[in-house]
Structure formats: structure tokens, C-alpha cells
């Protein structure tokens, strides 16, 4: 497949964007400011690829090829020839405005240059670039390679072509659209699981429910694969502070505002699986 796409940021997304780019037959390079963090991104699509392998859906001959398809560097220079860019950074508007200003610096004419923010306006970002017509919202979920959606978000001064080129992008690596017309803080599923997941702690800081019972409820009663709590303590307790905090700012709406709860976990580290623990323990 043509075309060479770039990921900024190494973390749980950015290095699932980058794999399921890579096992499309795209060209892929990313890049993180530390050779460390490169190393962990890389570990981490091999891991999550030999996991394919292992159950039968991949065969290792395409997963040494998609590995071998990805590059990775601390030089943000290095994206200059990139068709895509998705930046994949934390969820901070003034960390990716950041990004945003040097890949406008650096990204060749044309370029997309996509943000995977799951909450902040697309228009602000794009107004860091002397190009807003090019910049997009291309919102993954986590797992990447396992999640069969991606929210692409139009802002303001978005072109018809950047938005074609994004779906056409995103349903080549194997996900199911859903445009987002007018970018509002936190779109459509940020916004929905924000709602949910600001009532659920709720009920749990207030001793009408245990996390448990919480999950258990929304399990059996609507159905949901995983409970508002689990998806927390997935996705980072931290991760879903910045984001409810976000649509709130951006909103004004206080369901939307972080409990206390929320914000005593973050302030003692509490941010879920990859701390240990959440709103459940993970000995291992």
C-alpha cells in the first residue's frame, strides 16, 4: 500500500495506531522524544502482534512483515515526507497545540495532520498550524488493535479532501467510521462515557454502590462488555480526569465535572491498571 504514515507519541495508542498501520501495508515511522519510550512502543507492538500470532488469527509471516515496516525515531524531522501524522501525545491542549506548531513547521505540503484526542476541540488545535484546513480528528480506542471504531472529528475550518483522506485512512486500517460534523468537546463517546463514568464514581463516593455492584449493574443490565470502572482503571483514572475535565471546561455542564473521588486517585496515584491500582487492585 502507498503512502507513509507518521505517529508522534509512543505510548498505548500511539503504538497501536502504528501497528494496525503497519499490518494495512503502510510505511510507518514514530517517533517520542527518549529511545526508552521508543523501545517500550516497539516491545509493545511486538508483544501484541506475537499475542495474534499465538491465537491463529495472524500468521508470523505478516507480523515479522508489518514489524519490519515500522521505523522509529527522536527526530521529529524525520515525519517531513509522511502522507499522515497522527499525533497520539497526552491529553493536554497546550502539549498538543505544541506538537501541532512544529509539525506545521515540518509536515510537507498536503499533509494530514491528524490529533487522537478523545476530548478537545479540533479547531483549537488546528488554530496552532497555518494550515487548520488540514487538520482532523482521528479519535482511536484503546485496545487499538482490537477496537473496531474510530470518530473522526471535522473542525471548523476542516476541508472536504483532509476528511476523505482520513476515512479512507482509518477504514483502511480496519475501522468502522463515524464522522463527527461539529467539534464540541469531547464528541460523541467521550461525552456519552464521561456522563457515565462521572455518575458511576458517584454512586461509589457516596456508598449507594460498590464498584463492583456498579460494573456488575451496567454488565448485566445494558449489556456493556466491560463495567464504566473497569474501562476506567483500562484507560487511565488519570487519562479519564483530563477528559471529563476537559468537556467540563469546554462545556460549562457539571455533569461533566470530575468527582472528588477522581481527583484524590489521580493526587495519589491511583490511575488504575498501570499503576496496580484503581478502583480494583492488579497484584500482578
Given amino acids: ?4 504514515i507518521a505517529v508522534v507519541g509512543a505510548g498505548l495508542m500511539g503504538a497501536g495506531i ?13 517517533r517520542d522524544v ?8 516497539h516491545d509493545s507492538i511486538a508483544s501484541s502482534l506475537a499475542r495474534f500470532v499465538k491465537k491463529g488469527t495472524l500468521d508470523k509471516a505478516d507480523a515479522d512483515a508489518a514489524l519490519g515496516r515500522i521505523t522509529t525515531t527522536t ?11 497522527v499525533e497520539a501525545v497526552f491529553e493536554k491542549l497546550e502539549v498538543k497545540t505544541e506538537v501541532f506548531a512544529e509539525l506545521d513547521r515540518i509536515a510537507k ?43 473522526l472529528v471535522r473542525g471548523y475550518k476542516t476541508s472536504d479532501a ?15 467510521v463515524v464522522v463527527v460534523t461539529r467539534d464540541i468537546a469531547g464528541f460523541v463517546t467521550t461525552r456519552l ?4 463514568a462521572v455518575e458511576a464514581i458517584r454512586l461509589v463516593e457516596t456508598g449507594v454502590a460498590s464498584a463492583e455492584e456498579v460494573d456488575a449493574a451496567c454488565r448485566l443490565g445494558f449489556g456493556h462488555a466491560m463495567g464504566p470502572l473497569q474501562t476506567i482503571d483500562l484507560t487511565g483514572v488519570d487519562v479519564m480526569m483530563n477528559a471529563t475535565d476537559n468537556v467540563f471546561q469546554e462545556s460549562a455542564d457539571p455533569k461533566f465535572a470530575p468527582p472528588e473521588l477522581l481527583r484524590r486517585m489521580v493526587a495519589a496515584g491511583d490511575l488504575g491498571r498501570k499503576s496496580g491500582k484503581g478502583f480494583y487492585d492488579y497484584p500482578d
Fill in 109 to 151: 505540503p498536503g499533509a494530514v495532520l491528524a490529533s487522537n484526542t478523545s476530548a478537545l476541540p479540533i479547531t483549537k488545535i488546528a488554530a496552532a498550524t497555518s494550515r487548520p484546513q488540514d487538520v482532523v480528528g482521528t479519535h482511536f480506542f484503546s485496545p487499538v488493535p482490537m477496537m473496531a471504531l474510530c470518530e
Fill in 193 to 196: 462515557i464521561s456522563a457515565l
Fill in 18 to 30: 502504528a501497528q494496525v498501520s503497519a499490518q494495512a501495508g503502510y510505511d510507518v515511522v514514530v
Fill in 34 to 41: 527518549t529511545e526508552a519510550a521508543l523501545q517500550r512502543g
Fill in 1 to 4: 500500500m502507498a503512502g507513509q
Fill in 162 to 176: 483532509t476528511l476523505a483522506a482520513a476515512r479512507e485512512f482509518a477504514e483502511n486500517v480496519g475501522k468502522t
Fill in 75 to 85: 527526530d521529529l524531522h524525520a515525519l517531513d515526507s509522511a502522507d499522515i501524522v
